[in-house]
Structure formats: C-alpha cells, structure tokens
C-alpha cells in the first residue's frame, strides 16, 4: 500500500512512505497484521489497519483517519480474536 510501518525512540508505531517520509505519526502501541497478508504487513488491500493506542484497538485508513475510533478490548480479525496487551 506503498506504506511501511516503523517504530520510534518512545517505542511508538507509525508509518513511512517509500522515501522515508513520516505519513502517520508514531503514536500507536502496537498494529496487528491480518492472517492474510504477507508477514510483515499490516494494512489490509482496502487499506485498513488494526492497531492500539491508549490501550484499546482501532482501525486506521491509510491516511491514519479512524475508521472505528481505539475504543474496543477485543476485535475479530480474520477469525480470531485480537485482545488489547499490556
């Protein structure tokens, strides 16, 4: 999705487009891949992305717009339940 994901000094998750420019700001505590997608990848075709901020999960488009504000404990993500970590 011409994005790739990186991890700061603080130990947040952002992402990075292929020149080495900051597109969303590092702030989230984790992103969580789908099972579908390559290892590594954490946006899915559509362009979504499921990730933790402040202790409950989200989804971010991939302009780091929320699609489903950081709110939940738990999500299903391709079948399987995804619980925020400590």
Known sequence: NGVAWFVNEEGK?????HQGN??????????????ALPKGYSFSDDGFALVQKDKRLGI?????KYVIPPTMERILLDGNVVEVND
């Open 13 to 17: 998750v952002g992402y990075m487009d």
């Open 22 to 35: 900051i597109v969303i700001e590092p702030q989230f505590e984790r992103i969580m891949s789908s099972t």
């Open 60 to 64: 971010i488009d991939l302009q780091g």
